[in-house]
């Protein structure tokens, strides 16, 4: 009881990219107009920094790619992404943390993850024997990592290499995860919002959130997804 009381609570990071019209969401259009997509994205980085606001953290850092705006919550530090490729800057995430804390990094595209997702196996009751989390999207990549032991070394054999965007993605992070000899905890599957029909999937879960209600003014016709709206005519 007195280790789980001096456990120190994690820090949590999200790498993210300012939501700039033909910059985020490039996949959502042309069934959303650029400037749509950019509001979406900025919504689903809104829900989700409000909901890790909500998750105990000694620290809770934005990894950012572009300048912070208006979604950016109190509470909330920012610095600058590395330059390269998509894998060396996650790797980079982590050298931002403290070694001797757990640290999860999640990305902007969950805006219906859910304060409960993380809460409980991030809590100090649950860390003991746990090195890792990894939390897989619907689309085979992966939404969330975590590290008991954040050190860059580690980081970077884990992610660097790593194909990005793909069906594998989440795979080969997972092998080599497990190669490292590393015992995982495995957070729940979540749709990552790339697509049309995933932004409407992702809205119809989670309704009451700032993602939902962009997506439906965007959507009057809500019997049906703009894709749908768009193939019947």
Excluded: N
């Amino acid at each position: 009881m007195r280790a789980v009381l001096a456990a120190p609570p994690p820090t949590l990071l999200v790498i993210a990219k300012e939501p700039l019209p033909g910059r985020v969401k490039t996949r959502l259009t042309p069934v959303y107009r650029p400037e749509q997509a950019a509001a979406l994205a900025e919504a689903a980085l809104a829900d989700t920094l409000a909901t890790l606001s909500l998750i105990p953290a000694g620290r809770r850092l934005v990894v950012l790619d572009g300048r912070p705006g208006r979604w950016l919550p109190p509470g909330w530090e920012v610095a600058p992404q590395v330059t390269g490729g998509l894998d060396a800057r996650l790797a980079a995430a982590f050298a931002l943390a403290p070694p001797d804390r757990p640290a999860l990094l999640v990305g902007m595209d969950t805006p219906q993850l859910t304060a409960a997702t993380l809460a409980e196996p991030l809590s100090a009751a649950r860390r003991p024997g746990v090195d890792a989390w990894y939390g897989p999207a619907a689309d085979g990549g992966f939404w969330a990592l975590g590290l008991a032991r954040p050190t860059p070394g580690l980081a970077r054999r884990l992610l660097v290499g790593v194909e990005m965007s793909t069906a594998r993605t989440g795979a080969q992070l997972l092998a080599r995860t497990v190669a490292a000899g590393l015992t995982v905890c495995h957070l729940p599957t979540l749709v990552d919002v790339d697509t049309a029909e995933d932004a409407e999937a992702v809205a119809r879960a989670a309704p009451d959130g700032r993602f939902a209600a962009r997506w439906r003014a965007f959507c009057p016709d809500r019997s049906a997804a703009p894709s749908e709206r768009a193939a019947r005519r």
